[in-house]
Nanobody, 119 residues
Framework: QVQLVESGGGLVQVGGSLRLSCAASGRTFSSYFMGWLRQAPGKEREFVAHINLSGDYTYYSDSVKGRFTISRDNAKNTVYLQMNSLKPEDTAVYYC????????????WGQGTQVTVSS
């Protein structure tokens, strides 16, 4: 199993940037697909970004495509979410998630980190 801890959230102005980090426990981080999801106040949790084992494939929701970048450093057991051109609608709790390649759903979740974009 894997344990995940997010960090890097905070308060940022419209148009600003934040870089979220997710640190994974253990020595098998490179065996997991990773993703970021978010949940805004009063809304359902929604998918944000996904990255494969080596980091050479990424996928984004339409709402963040072109603004957010997911990346990973397997040597550091860490996945990142670079968020640029932030909008008020990006305000949410952001969660890091992990799954093995051959299962459908994310299996492991972090505690979440709050991102607030002020207008």
């Amino acid at each position: 199993q894997v344990q995940l801890v997010e960090s890097g959230g905070g308060l940022v102005q419209v148009g600003g940037s934040l870089r979220l980090s997710c640190a994974a426990s253990g020595r098998t981080f490179s065996s997991y697909f990773m993703g970021w999801l978010r949940q805004a106040p009063g809304k359902e949790r929604e998918f944000v970004a996904h990255i494969n084992l080596s980091g050479d494939y990424t996928y984004y929701s339409d709402s963040v495509k072109g603004r957010f970048t997911i990346s990973r450093d397997n040597a550091k057991n860490t996945v990142y979410l670079q968020m640029n051109s932030l909008k008020p609608e990006d305000t949410a709790v952001y969660y890091c998630a992990a799954k093995r390649p051959y299962v459908k759903d994310y299996e492991y979740w972090g505690q979440g980190t709050q991102v607030t974009v002020s207008s």
